[in-house]
């Protein structure tokens, strides 16, 4: 075996090494900072649990995410964390069981039995927020703007948003009363977007025609603004929930066209991502360059039943490892070299600096690298019996 063989490391399990491992860390204080000032509580979920609490109330692409493993205490088989959202839902339902909208965020380790189809690692560090105890708008729209706000924070520029309502199938497909293994079949069609698929399942299917027409439709209303007005009328005849969902997307056109005109919206009425926890409005944030989302998010209401305290809730995550890998441009390192001395004076010019807040690097006795070596853009002189702050020279 190799030196190289020893170090290999599994598929998409990675390290971070300097300098990104700054812009990671630098990037994760101003947004937690920014959540701060918006009111998050910052909550730290456990890396593993027992599976049963992990993954109850989540769907079946959460449970094939999880690493399984054994507690050699109990015996019992416990998860490593996949997803840090169903956990808070838990910790707003059961522990904190506080009255009224309750904001928590988090910023924690994750890992990925699979790795994301767009070469997502399987150990991102996901970042998000989640507010509990509001059905209104109002929480999702205040989602959407922190999510705009931190990737505008990250560095991201055009930015696309992916919007999607999953209440608009589950209506649709309530009122048609498929069978379960029916039921399964079209879902999955229309997460592959396989309009054909759609179209065979239904008309096996669902024999009232209006209703069968919408839900061919479903795959096919994608695209600008204009998605909303042609969904408004392919579902005149809808249930009521659907005309609620419409509803709530326009009002989301509006709030995101009046906090940003910079992103680009798309509305996907097929949009049923996720891991079958959502039960309101979905969005995904894109930039160009990127296959995978950097932020996902959404409604979903009642998850903290299992816990006994059904809440409604709207939330984000997003991968810290990615958003920081956004602006590679920006300055990572910066500080002044000291030299190797004992003398006290400049003993005590390095504690001031370095108490204002200054990266000062000293050299260690008979170190050979040098400023540069260890990203420093000034240097400690002594001129005159003071020690200067000057640029380094060429
Ligand atoms: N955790 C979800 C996104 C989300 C957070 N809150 C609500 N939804 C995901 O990774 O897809």
Redesign the pocket.
């Known amino acids: 075996m190799t030196i190289a063989d020893r170090w290999l490391l599994p598929d998409g399990m990675d390290e971070v090494l300097p300098p990104q491992t700054l812009r990671m860390e630098s990037l994760r204080r101003a947004l937690l900072d920014l959540y701060y000032r918006w009111g998050y509580d910052m909550v730290m979920p456990p890396p593993v649990e027992f599976l049963d609490s992990l993954l109850t109330g989540t769907g079946t692409d959460l449970e094939l995410q999880t690493f399984k493993l054994t507690d050699q205490l109990t015996g019992r088989l416990m998860g490593a964390s996949a997803?840090?959202?169903?956990q808070?839902a838990r910790m707003d339902a059961h522990s904190l069981r506080r009255e009224g909208p309750v904001r928590l965020c988090y910023c924690a380790h994750v890992l990925r039995a699979q790795a994301d189809e767009y070469q997502g690692g399987r150990s991102p560090v996901?970042l998000?927020?989640?507010l509990f105890g509001h059905a209104g708008l109002e929480a999702d729209q205040e989602?959407m703007q922190l999510v705009l706000s931190s990737l505008d924070l990250a560095g991201a520029r055009n930015v696309h948003l992916a919007i999607g309502h999953i209440g608009i199938y589950r209506a649709l497909a309530g009122e048609a009363g498929l069978a379960a293994e029916a039921e399964r079949a079209l879902f999955a069609a229309l997460e592959r977007k396989a309009v054909g698929e759609v179209d065979a399942i239904v008309d096996a299917h669902v024999q009232d025609p209006s209703l069968a027409e919408m839900l061919r439709q479903l795959p096919r209303l994608h695209g600008g603004d204009e998605v909303l007005e042609r969904a408004r009328e392919v579902f005149a005849g809808a249930p009521a929930a659907v005309g609620e969902a419409l509803a709530q997307l326009t009002a989301l056109r509006t709030s995101i066209g009046r906090d940003s005109e910079q992103v680009a919206r798309y509305f996907d009425l097929a949009e049923l991502?996720?891991?079958e926890?959502?039960t309101g409005m979905?969005f995904?944030a894109y930039v160009p360059g990127y296959g995978q989302?950097l932020?996902?998010?959404?409604?979903?209401d009642d998850t903290g039943r299992a816990f006994g305290r059904p809440r409604p809730?709207?939330?984000?995550?997003m991968d810290l490892k990615l958003l920081a890998s956004l602006d590679e441009q920006r300055p990572s390192h910066d500080g002044i070299w000291a030299p190797a001395s004992e003398s006290e004076a400049l003993a005590r010019r390095v504690s001031e600096l370095r108490q204002a807040g200054e990266r000062v690097v000293q050299a260690l006795a008979g170190q050979t690298t040098g400023a540069r070596a260890h990203f420093c853009d000034r240097e400690l002189i002594e001129h005159e019996g003071r020690w200067q702050v000057r640029p380094l020279e060429d």
Do not use: N, W
């Open positions: 997803d840090v959202t169903p808070v996901q998000g927020l989640e989602i991502r996720g891991y926890y959502h979905v995904a989302a932020a996902k998010g959404g409604r979903y809730a709207t939330g984000c995550s």
